[in-house]
């Protein structure tokens, strides 16, 4: 297997490839090289925007090789949280490295006028993108697919408007339909003049023993399809925990005024695919097809004339872009996601930015002076769309003070109780109780992927788990996800990766691990992480909890400070911090 | 090399030789895109042909290519070969490395190919493709690909020689 890092240096226009096995060997691949590239390349203190602040892209040892390893993890410095950026895309990107042949890809420096970068193999173009810039992420897209070769094998990822803007939770668009969504990784291309990454490659990877291989491979591919451990990615997909989340009263409306929505069936997973969805795709390697697309078509004029626009959808964007801004048609919630897309926005960031917005500018903390007359309120579709492309081009400072996120709009206009981030980046969609507040708050990434707070709450609330027990599930995760994304794999298949599959996949492709060393590994990534963060300021101790947590009840009824802190304490001293 | 008495390889019906007919009619198996449409780009079929046959994880190994037409909010294609009766392939192979077995199956005997690439030219649906040492990668039609379609994309029918 190809152990390669690559290297691109945007201001001397130039790049080299490096052989580092003996990094891929200590720290696996994904986001364990990942954070230790960053801790090489990104000096303490470091803007996040300057022209020192590194982009890294990293895949691992299974990607390419086994079913459902289907993402590329990207390490930076996020502009929006100030500390640990870390995303993650599935699509193309994984396969594209893999058989371009570099396991990882570090972006240094800035280029003089808008570039792109065009990688085919060991051959590296920086390449001028000024006609493109300003372009949407969708047309961008379909620029470069005329322009580069490689059909089939290559993706394509770019930034919008957003990016080039330096909105601070700008996304990169993968491909079609997948992102690197969160913590603003946009804003850091913009600030470098990099519009976009083409890749492809034509490199095969051999493994010691084809026979096993295909063994191994038979097994997982098995397990993927044809028993239940993916079922719930199959059918309506994600957005089935809709009508769920809001029977469990966990699903976060108006800004988190309330944790159930009336309207919520019209905006359910079945709703959606009932009558939108016209298609499923899939990432490259992964025979689920989770990717569920629906046509959005609206009329344009009385004569029978139509829009059609394709656009695909999950649980997240109709929490963030539905009953957290009031929505109430899947029409509407199509258009916003729709317009984030084209923007290049990350739809969960957008929408919690625009439900504080809303709530402010109904208690009068901002007023038609600063939205330029726009209304903001809840399920006025049309506004949110002009605010979002207003976000991603600021006419004035409120939308720009908007573009840097909700912690920051909140200390400058108010309303701090229910401007919904933890450790700085905008929550999820869920409201199920304790875990998932502290698994957002401690987890490196600030995302409800890093462990799976929710899903622990919804286990207490069946088990009556107590706050330790709880708190040793997030640990438990936080570290088992580390390995899991050092693989890359989806975390939609985490079922069946278990930690014997793990063993004997890694064996398959020549990389021999026990469960033991497996363990090790994830705590050494969890710590290397925090090292990062907390030279970067972070403390979860002084981190701020909005009010309204505590206001609205949650799946387990609700939420104390007191439980908060007790857990907290807890994480805290079982992680060996003072 | 079998000479084709009959190159335009189309069965006539009514033309029944004097002699005999062989008792048993000669079958060959043949993929078939049964349901490009249904087709979700999960790339499992290319993934499945370069795993089974050059026991290597590869895109560029692989008989069967997904391609997109337009990015993948466009459709897919699914381009592979189809077992032409008359194969151009075999036609344009200078060097007797392609070989159209009686049964209809091509066979590709790796040790004879000079590498020239006019197989790949001559296949207006291109699926033929320089695999590792610039040798074609040939489908065999053995259904290895079947077998990792999750959406019955693909099927391998029975066809009469």
Redesign the interface.
């Known amino acids: 297997m190809l152990r390669k890092v690559l290297y691109i240096d945007l201001s001397r226009e130039e790049s080299f490839a490096e052989e580092r096995q003996k990094l891929f060997d200590e720290w696996m691949g994904g986001t364990g090289v990942g954070i230790k590239l960053l801790m090489e390349e990104c000096k303490p203190g470091t803007d996040s925007l300057s022209p020192e602040a590194p982009i890294i892209f990293c895949i691992g040892p299974l990607n390419g090789m086994f079913p459902v390893a289907t993402k590329a993890v990207a390490m930076f410095k996020s502009p929006l949280t100030g500390e640990l950026g870390e995303s993650y895309a599935g699509g193309r990107f994984h396969l594209a490295m893999r058989f371009a042949g570099h396991e990882a890809i570090v972006i240094r420096g800035r280029a003089e006028r808008p570039c792109y970068i065009s990688i085919n193999d060991a051959d590296v173009k920086i390449k001028d993108a000024a006609s493109i810039w300003g372009v949407d992420a969708q047309t961008t897209g379909m620029i470069l697919r005329e322009h580069e070769t490689g059909v089939g094998r290559r993706s394509i990822i770019r930034i919008g408007p957003a990016g080039e803007s330096l909105v601070r939770y700008a996304g990169v668009v993968v491909d079609t339909y997948r992102h690197f969504g969160r913590l603003g990784l946009g804003a850091t291309f913009g600030s470098k003049n990099l519009k976009a990454i083409v890749i492809s490659g034509t490199e095969h990877v051999e493994v010691p023993d084809p026979k096993k291989y295909r063994e191994v491979y038979n097994k997982l591919y098995q397990a993927t399809v044809q028993t239940d451990a993916m079922e719930k990615y199959h059918d309506i997909g994600t957005s089935v925990n809709i009508s769920v989340l809001n029977w469990l009263k966990g699903l976060p409306t108006k800004n988190f005024q309330s944790s159930s929505f009336p309207e919520a069936e019209k905006i359910s997973g079945e709703m959606f695919a009932d009558n939108y969805l016209f298609r499923r795709l899939s990432c490259a390697g992964c025979p689920i097809g989770c990717v569920h697309i629906a046509a959005l078509k609206s009329p344009f004029s009385p004569h029978h004339e139509f829009e059609v626009r394709k656009v695909s959808y999950d649980y997240e964007p109709i929490y963030s872009l539905g009953s957290n801004l009031g929505v109430t048609s899947a029409e509407g919630v199509l258009r916003l996601i729709d317009a984030c897309e084209r923007l290049g926005l990350d739809v969960m960031s957008a929408g919690v930015v625009l439900s504080w917005a809303t709530e402010a500018y109904e208690r009068d903390l901002i007023t038609p002076q600063e939205t330029l007359g726009l209304p903001l309120q809840w399920n006025n579709v049309d506004s949110f769309v002009k605010a979002l492309e207003n976000i991603a081009r600021p006419p004035n400072e409120f939308y720009s003070d908007l573009g840097r996120g909700v912690d920051f709009a909140s200390a400058k206009y108010g309303g701090q109780e229910f401007a919904m981030a933890l450790g700085g980046n905008e929550v999820s969609g869920y409201h199920t109780g304790p875990a998932s507040i502290i698994g957002q708050l401690v987890g490196v990434r600030h995302s409800h992927l890093d462990n799976a707070g929710y899903s622990i709450d919804q286990k207490a609330a069946k088990k009556q788990l107590d706050a330790e027990k709880m708190v040793d599930e997030i640990i438990k995760e936080d570290n088992f996800r580390g390995v899991f994304n050092s693989l890359v794999g989806c975390l939609f298949a985490r079922n069946v990766y278990t930690e014997d599959n793990i063993v004997e996949a890694l064996a398959a492709v020549g990389i021999n691990k026990t469960k033991e060393e497996l363990k090790d590994l994830g705590r050494k990534i969890f710590d290397e992480k925090y090292k990062f963060k907390v030279r970067e300021g972070f403390d979860p101790a002084r981190a701020r909890i909005p009010q309204r947590f505590y206001e609205t009840i949650s799946t387990m009824g609700k939420v104390t400070p007191e439980i908060v802190e007790e857990m907290l304490r807890i994480y805290r001293k079982k992680r060996g911090w003072s | 090399m079998e000479i084709q008495e009959n190159v335009t390889g189309r069965k006539d019906a009514d033309a029944k030789p004097a002699v005999a007919a062989p008792t048993k009619p000669k079958k060959r198996r043949r993929l078939k895109v049964a349901h490009p449409e249904r087709c979700?780009?999960?790339?499992?079929c290319m993934?499945a042909c370069?795993?089974?046959r050059?026991?290597?994880?590869?895109?560029?190994?692989s008989a069967i290519?997904?391609?997109?037409r337009?990015?993948?909010?466009g459709d897919f294609v699914v381009v592979v070969c189809r077992g032409c009766e008359n194969p151009p392939c075999v036609r344009a192979c200078q060097s007797g490395a392609l070989e159209r077995k009686p049964d209809g199956r091509v066979v590709f005997h790796e040790e004879l190919c000079s590498g020239c690439k006019k197989c790949e030219e001559a296949c207006l649906i291109g699926a033929i493709s320089s695999g590792?040492e610039g040798k074609p990668i040939k489908c065999i039609h053995c259904g290895a690909c079947v077998a990792?379609c999750?959406?019955g994309v693909l099927e391998l029918e029975e066809v009469t020689a």
């Not at chain 2, 050059?54 to 190994?61: P, V």
């Not at chain 2, 290519?65 to 997109?68: E, S």
């Not at chain 2, 337009?70 to 909010?73: K, Q």
């Open positions: 979700i780009g999960c790339l499992g993934f370069s795993r089974i050059q026991g290597t994880a590869s895109l560029q190994d290519k997904i391609q997109t337009g990015g993948i909010e590792k990792f999750p959406h």
